[in-house]
């Protein structure tokens, strides 16, 4: 885990606490959230450049999302009548289709075909969607990708009950046909659902904690994150019936790379840029969210600066208070040392798939799914 150096730490201190004693106390006059380049931070890149964070997506994801599709559409439409538009607006607003892909892949990298694991990269894609319906409950956001949420545009209710049936036709549609395979898919969804569900009640606790260790957020996001990304790479593996060694090196991989997902997209979260992430400028700021790069920063800081840090990330964060956070973040390094964090995670996971004879092809898309993962910009 790399961490920002002790030395700039300490020549950011001084600097940072007089611009922090400045903001923490008053409100701008307007109270709007100034540019991304105002704050000293370019949308779309942290400090010195480390957040240039661009790729496209990999072939493997548009073959798994057009495999998926009509099988997903389907299970969809299984829904009752009164849930079935809900969902269907949530998944017209589309995605990168990242879990599905995996466990097709996890099937054809032991030999498989991609149509073994299609029950498994739906049932995934169920859950991964049934967690997006609820957290833009949670953190009452509008937009998603663009388009608005379900719970605005149909009401808090119907969303809750649309992820509710989501989860649930997850599990029904693994255990329709109850192999020994499929049973244990489904205990492994359903373990996963349990960890990203726990992952996500702490990361609620954390917005009311004065302080969160590195350590607390790194098991926090790995429940909250990488315990669904490790279903998703190792559930076509297990619906083809793989040895456990193959099965565990591949959740090993999904584990890491869900790690370094989160990292990139809590720096996206700050340092993204609106009219590509679809959220504004330090979107995480606002909602009082303590993230990697938050909790990197706040990672040793003197007591009175972290108690003064701590006041301002919990109130209704001004023009100036935003901007103030931004130059904490930019003299501890905090953008770089969180790329840093996702980029070791991803040669762990690089690693975890060495571990074990996998099929060459699969293998090295499930590498450029890695690579994607922490070079997007959305």
């Not at 030999?111 to 409950?137: C, M, Q, R, W, Y």
């Not at 693994?174 to 992952?199: K, Q, S």
């Not at 260790?213 to 790995?222: F, G, Q």
């Not at 992430?277 to 009175?304: E, F, N, R, W």
Request: charged share 20%.
């Amino acid at each position: 885990m790399t961490s920002p150096s002790t030395a700039r730490r300490a020549a950011g201190d001084g600097e940072t606490r007089t611009q922090l004693e400045a903001t923490s106390g008053a409100d701008a006059a307007d109270g709007a959230v100034p540019s991304a380049e105002a704050d000293g931070a370019p949308a779309g890149a942290g400090p010195d450049g480390a957040g240039q964070l661009v790729a496209s997506p990999p072939e493997a994801l548009e073959r798994a999302a057009a495999l998926v599709a009509p099988a997903l559409e389907a299970a969809v439409a299984r829904l009752c009548p009164e849930l079935a538009p809900v969902v269907e607006h949530h998944m017209q607003a589309g995605g990168k289709r990242v879990r599905a892909a995996l466990a097709v892949l996890s099937a054809e990298a032991v030999g498989a075909p991609p149509e073994e694991a299609l029950v498994g990269a739906v049932a995934v894609e169920l859950v991964h969607n049934f967690s997006l319906i609820h957290d833009d409950v949670v953190d009452g956001d509008t937009e998603r990708r663009h388009r608005r949420t379900v719970w605005i545009e149909f009401g808090l209710g119907p969303a809750v009950v649309a992820g509710d049936a989501l989860a649930a036709l997850a599990t029904e549609l693994l255990l329709e046909d109850p192999t020994p395979p499929r049973v244990r898919a489904a205990l492994c969804l359903t373990r996963a659902t349990a960890a990203m569900i726990a992952g996500q009640a702490q990361d609620m606790a954390f917005e009311r904690r004065q302080q969160v260790s590195v350590e607390d957020c790194r098991a926090m996001e790995a429940a909250k994150t990488g315990a669904l990304l490790a279903c998703a790479s190792s559930i076509g593996a297990i619906l083809a019936g793989a040895a456990d060694p193959v099965v565990e090196a591949l959740a090993d991989y999904g584990n890491h790379l869900g790690m370094s997902f989160q990292a990139v997209d809590d720096v996206l979260g700050i340092w993204g840029r609106p009219e590509v992430t679809g959220k504004p400028v330090g979107s995480d700021l606002l909602a009082h969210k303590k993230t990697l790069p938050i909790v990197l920063a706040m990672d040793g800081l003197p007591a009175g600066l972290l108690r003064r840090v701590s006041a301002l990330l919990a109130g209704d964060l001004s023009a100036g208070g935003v901007a103030a956070v931004f130059e904490l973040l930019e003299h501890q390094g905090a953008c770089a040392a969180a790329l840093d964090f996702a980029l070791e995670h991803r040669e762990q996971a690089l690693a975890a798939l060495r571990r074990v004879p996998l099929v060459e092809g699969p293998a090295a898309e499930l590498a450029a799914v890695a690579r994607y993962v922490t070079e997007r910009d959305r």
